[in-house]
């Protein structure tokens, strides 16, 4: 059975960064981080294909995110810098093996693997 386990999240300062980890192994075609803050939907906030190593950010989520992954380790990482408080939520990590990625529409696709989080929460 596939399990995905995020760890990294704390509390830091506006300006300040963070590392999350999320371990898990299995045929993954694509992997990512999304967050979700509490009465709010989820927000994708990057992607990784396994394959080739190709990384999608939406929006303007490149400039201070970075995603990138271990095969050894088995481990997806989620580099971010200079954090708001707008950062602020659950993190959750994601993974699919299905093509095209499952993780493009996550919600239309129930076959995805998730994470239980990790809280990052970023004061002013």
């Known amino acids: 059975q596939v399990q995905l386990r995020e760890s990294g999240g704390g509390s830091v300062q506006t300006g300040g960064s963070l590392r999350l980890s999320c371990v898990g192994s299995?045929?993954?075609?694509?992997m990512g981080w999304f967050r979700q803050v509490a009465g709010q939907g989820r927000e994708e906030v990057a992607r990784?294909?396994?394959?080739?190593?190709?990384?999608y950010y939406p929006g303007s989520m490149r400039v201070r995110f970075a995603i990138s992954h271990d095969e050894d380790k088995d481990t997806l990482f989620l580099q971010m810098n200079n954090l708001t408080p707008e950062d602020s939520g659950m993190y959750y990590c994601?993974?699919?093996?299905?093509?095209?990625?499952?993780?493009?529409?996550?919600?239309?696709?129930?076959?995805?693997?998730w994470g239980r989080g990790t809280q990052v929460t970023v004061s002013s």
């Open positions: 990784f294909y396994t394959n080739d190593g190709t990384t």
């Open positions: 994601a993974a699919s093996e299905t093509r095209p990625c499952g993780l493009v529409r996550p919600d239309s696709n129930p076959d995805n693997y």
């Open positions: 299995g045929d993954f075609y694509c």
